[in-house]
């Protein structure tokens, strides 16, 4: 496989061949895997530090119309420091527009900036537009671009367009790292889970995303297994190491956990760390802080004890 994979996209037919050629997946087997391993308990001790896990792993996120820069910099002065004792955490994710804004507040603190870029969340819009989008992210102080694919051309079967516009975006980002966001919910089966991210990943993505967190489902379980087994199956076919970011949805420290529990024993340890795993939401950072108090102080301070998402 090794040696092919440099040539894959050289055409439309080769990389669909190529595509086409994964094995499948086995449907009733992944959500049974992921059921499975989603009822795993851990102890307290490791759940105290599985919890802190998860908190430095969450691109804290705001994508709504209604944004505003000063809910930015509330979102980024809790991203630095989220509650006494608990590690920041790994990235403010928020609309292009106010990616100036989200630099400013998190500058020297080691929370990463992330931006959605390529007309998100439907991506219906022309390559120049999405590359020009991108570069002025990038130019406002993006340190990560989070893009979506065209589903549209993906559906249709024309992968070798979603790779061109993947590599043309991953060119316009520079040094900032590229998350793909794959938009599970609209890709239909499994097997095309499987085979966008492969696509995601020989396009140059350094992440593969499920979710805008606008489409239902979003970050399922299943769907995150089947993304994981491809990250751990490119390192070994390629040598290069691309993270999992599940978006949307996610809002429980028991989701957190699960999703956890999913990485350890699907891709292995070496994904546990934010450069390689990353939750994106709105409101499970509350949660988890929530959960951690409870398990210092024997009692939950509720959510009004910390400041809204
Ligand atoms: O990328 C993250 C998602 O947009 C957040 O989705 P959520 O609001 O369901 O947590």
């Known amino acids: 496989m090794t040696t092919s994979l440099a040539d894959v996209a050289s055409s439309g037919a080769t990389l669909r061949a190529?595509?086409?050629?994964?094995?499948?997946?086995?449907?009733?087997?992944?959500?049974?895997?992921?059921?499975?391993?989603?009822?795993?308990?851990?102890?307290?001790?490791?759940?105290?530090?599985?919890?802190?896990?998860?908190?430095?792993?969450?691109?804290?996120t705001t994508l709504e119309g209604a944004d505003t820069p000063g809910k930015v910099r509330a979102l980024c002065a809790k991203a630095r420091h989220p509650g006494e004792?608990?590690?920041?955490?790994?990235?403010?994710?928020?609309?292009?527009?106010?990616?100036?804004?989200?630099?400013?507040?998190?500058?020297?603190?080691?929370v990463k900036v992330a931006s959605v870029a390529t007309a998100f969340p439907s991506g219906r819009s022309s390559l120049e537009v999405k590359v020009s989008e991108t570069k002025l992210a990038v130019a406002a102080g993006a340190d990560e671009i989070d893009m979506v694919i065209d589903r549209g051309a993906f559906l249709a079967g024309d992968h070798l367009k979603v790779y061109e516009e993947?590599?043309?975006?991953?060119?316009?980002?520079?040094?900032?790292?590229?998350?793909?966001?794959?938009?599970?919910?609209?890709?239909?089966?499994?097997?095309?889970?499987?085979?966008?991210?492969?696509?995601?990943?020989?396009?140059?993505?350094?992440?593969?995303?499920?979710?805008?967190?606008?489409?239902?489902?979003?970050?399922?379980?299943?769907?995150t297994l089947i993304m994981l087994e491809a990250v751990r199956d490119f390192r070994d076919a390629t040598g290069r190491q691309v993270g999992v970011k599940p978006a949307g949805g996610i809002r429980t420290t028991k989701d957190a956990i699960k999703n956890l529990v999913l990485v350890n024993e699907t891709a292995g340890d070496d994904w546990l760390s934010p450069d390689w795993f990353r939750l994106g939401a709105s409101s499970l950072l509350n949660d988890l802080l929530m959960q951690r108090q409870k398990l210092a102080t024997g009692r939950y301070a509720g959510p009004d004890y910390f400041t809204l998402d």
């Not at 060119?171 to 499987?194: M, P, Q």
């Open 18 to 60: 190529f595509l086409h050629g994964l094995p499948g997946v086995d449907r009733v087997g992944a959500d049974q895997r992921a059921a499975m391993l989603g009822t795993r308990s851990i102890k307290t001790t490791a759940k105290a530090q599985a919890i802190d896990l998860a908190i430095s792993m969450v691109d804290l």
């Open 166 to 223: 993947i590599a043309a975006v991953k060119a316009a980002c520079g040094d900032a790292h590229l998350k793909v966001i794959l938009e599970t919910g609209e890709l239909a089966t499994y097997d095309n889970v499987r085979r966008a991210s492969w696509l995601a990943m020989l396009a140059g993505g350094d992440f593969i995303k499920t979710s805008t967190g606008k489409v239902s489902p979003a970050a399922t379980l299943p769907v």
């Open 85 to 110: 004792g608990a590690p920041r955490v790994a990235a403010v994710c928020v609309y292009p527009d106010l990616v100036h804004v989200a630099a400013g507040a998190l500058a020297g603190s080691g």
